[in-house]
């Protein structure tokens, strides 16, 4: 099975099963890397978001076999607008009232316009950025 085939098997965004899978392990024990930032992901609302391109980046960066990767863009396929439904389609959420729970919540950024929630591209790529637990810490100088 090529390298293709084998992330082909996987859909864009990844459940703690998923990555079970790949990185041979249990869920809880996913869970837990994600918490401490050894597997890359993104906190939500109280769900986990993780991206396979992200996964792949993570898991190339750490072989014994290293190779140069580009910067990761999850949000390169979507328009620079996106609605609740490419939000469920990236998020992989099942039902649109959770995606709706965390525009409302501002959990994911959003403007309420004509009745319907727009997002765009480069207001989402921020919080992802914030919510990832792949970003560095601050350094003591930083909080003056």
Do not use: C
Request: proline fraction near 6%; glycine fraction near 6%; avoid cysteine.
């Amino acid at each position: 099975m090529s390298e293709e085939d084998y992330w082909s098997q996987f859909p864009d965004t990844l459940t703690t099963a998923d990555v079970a899978k790949i990185i041979r392990t249990g869920a809880p024990a996913v869970r837990a890397r994600l918490r401490d930032g050894t597997i890359p992901g993104h906190r939500i609302a109280d769900s986990w978001i993780i991206f396979k391109s992200e996964i792949r980046a993570w898991l190339a960066a750490t072989s014994n076999r290293p190779r140069t990767s580009e910067p990761v863009d999850v949000l390169a396929d979507y328009p620079d607008e996106l609605n609740y439904r490419d939000l469920m389609q990236l998020f992989r959420v099942k039902y649109k009232g959770t995606i709706y729970i965390w525009l409302e919540q501002g959990h994911i950024p959003g403007s309420f316009v004509g009745g319907r929630w727009i997002v765009h591209k480069w207001q989402l790529r921020e919080r992802l950025d914030e919510t990832s637990n792949q970003r560095p810490s601050p350094s003591a100088g930083d909080n003056e």
